[in-house]
């Protein structure tokens, strides 16, 4: 019972610990904000990529199609756009 | 080692306090080496809970009744692997398996994730532990499974006759399971609304979470419906019963919310309503496991009324308030990123899904909780059954299985009439001619809604061959496959999508078992004696004869049963009703017949096929022995009282056992009247088998797609959009 006690003591003090010997933080706001848009910009890849198959399955005319492929891939690139904007900001030197 | 349990949950408790502390406190202070603390706290928590389990099952393995619960849930001529299902039988260990269930998923969501969803997580792990503390404190004061008793007795009471199946070995596990992954989203959605960090990733990293949860809850439903099937001797799989309806209604709410969220994910569309689907689907998941612990409804699963009432009310209560809480408060940054751009596209179809799945559980919970409604109201606890559920779920569930096909067949945004036309006219051609055929060769006409069902099951079935084929030839033609292999391709590639599918195809065969068998069986409750038969739709039951067996944990007394169609024998059944011993009693109370009175269980004859079931049922009335057990009682209650040493103990127990044999052995000598259920079932086979079907589209829509193949697409997406940032001066 006492190196179970003792293990998870070791188990929950590790951050603590290394928190000691100064390991930086990451940049946890842009890191979030980072993080929702890489969400969104695969979740946008998978868009791009099933209306490209409602085409090809035939359950889009290719004039749907393209105009839909044409709205996406410009949410797609307003998306990279501001994650490549986050990225800068987390990268630029502070102060 | 019950000392060693103890204070494992005591250990358990101060991690589960240590953890919302360190958590909240890295959240707050943004003192991240806090919120990994916290995190860890987790995984601590499955350490000592891993061990705690282990301690548990030791117990049961070994027959070590010092532990109370060993004691009453167990015996030492239970089978080894019946022991080891043991602990989840009782209110003790039930509470101690949600705890470890919860912190394994616990613990993998937050491995997975330790890099990502920083704000959201130390939130999210300060619920997860909410919960495991909620759970540890009622299994640490009020049920304790470590609870042990000053002197052990030499055997104990034994399983549950009920419980001595196969799926019951499963069938808890594969429910607490589903209930525990369904706070992982819960958890993770209570975070993002604190943060009001509401975009897409607290979705697309507890999305999976969400998934299992479906795919395990549904796979103890199914399974808790062929126990129910094969064990409980009414011949049905669901009965409406509170404890099924407990696990329904989460699993609809899940279901409608893993569809909704695609629409969020790809739109930034219904974010209310998803906060508030997945905030009510743990709510949901919690008032399941009050339902089956608290005893408050009558249920024939429910394992006892209890004590934890109070307390899991509470807990739903704050959970209820605090959602609606969160909700309300963040509805500013739950507004809708787009609006639907037409009622012809999928987003529709999704939300009109949505709404008949919250419907059809709301059905439910209404029905469900109708007997305290009344109470509370009239005085007077009434209870709704299967006409009134049936009332209303089934209109709802053919327009559930009718989107099930729409959905995959109608693209997404915008959707032509042309389109349309073109993508629906071979389903629709073939659910037409299925319900032709069905009228012109069957009865089915005397059952609108089930052949309405058929047909709509047909037209599913059609629209997921169709995307199979087109998807499959699609690719085929794009990468110069053949079509085996471009269909392999395919699924692999879009493991979401043909998972999905593959699911719609399963409830679709579900359905027509659940259609079939309910509206075409043929059900005979009758008295019969050796020789005598009985018809059963087109076939006969003959009672052949009476069978006996006398084993040292129970006695059975059955029949065997030869069903014949056109005069041909077809079948031989064999059921019996088996009697265990009741262990209530004292030593001198009824010394012969408590081997008699104890919890009956029916042996089911059945013989499923892949057309029709058929399926027998016998009750031996014991009446006919009565005066015999009495006499019997008298005579060894007074030798009884007349032993003086061990050698006349050991005599009496000897004659004893010679008695009781010889009285069952009356049935098959002299055998009664007996009461027999008798029943033919069409197509309850291809119950299981859509359940089997849908677990497997399920697990392929689970299974995630290998990191390589993940990273050239999105490497290939980033090139081509590269170059089109390039070229439009980006």
Redesign the interface.
Known sequence: MLIVVAVVVLVLTGPLRAARASRPAPDRPAGAEAADLEAARDAKYREIREAEMDYRTGKLSEDDWRAIDHDLRAEAIEILRRLDRVRDRAAAPRG | MAP?GR??LI?ALF?CG??IF?SLYGART?????A??GR??V??LA??TT?AWVILEAAFLRSDFSFNVVAAHSSTTTPTFYKLAAPWSSQEGSLLLWVWLMSLWSSLILFLTRA?????APYATAVLLGFAAFFTSLATFFANPFATSATAPAEGAGLDPLLLHPSMMIHPPMLYSGYTLMTIPFAFAIGALITG?L???W??VTRRFALAGWLFLGIGIVLGARWSYTELGWGGYWAWDPVENAALMPWLCITAFIHSIMIQ??RGMLKVWNASLVLATGILAILGTFLVRSGILDSIHAFGASTLGGPFLALIALMVAGSVGLVVSRRADLRSEHHLDSLLSREAVFLLQNLVLVALAFAVFWGTFFPLISEAVTGTKHSLGPPWYDRYTVPLALIVVLLSGVGP????????P??LR??FAAPLAVAAATAVVLLVATDAARRPLALTLFALAAFVLACVAQ?LW??AR?RG??AGEALPVALVALVRR?RR?YGGYLVHAGIAVLFVGVAASSSFQHVNQTSLRPGQTARVGSYTFRFDRPTVAVQAQKISLGAVMSVFEHGRRVQTLRTAREFYPDTTLGPFQAPISRFFTGEPETQVGLNAGLTRDMWAAVDVPLTPLQSALDFRDRQFQMALRELTTKRRLAAYIQARDVVVDSLAQRWAQHPWAADFRLIVSPLVTWIWIGGIIAAAGGLIALWPAPVAARRR??AA??SR??R??AE?G?
């Open positions: 060693a204070t494992l250990v991690i240590y953890g360190a943004g003192r991240w080496e806090w990994d603390s860890r706290a995984y601590a350490l000592v061990i990502r969803v920083r704000e959201i960090r975009g897409s990733e979705i697309s994910e790809k067949l109608i693209a997404w945004r915008r959707a032509t042309a389109n073109r993508a995307e087109r998807g699609a033609a794009i879009n999508r697409a999105t997406y980033r959009l590269g089109e940032l439009s980006a």
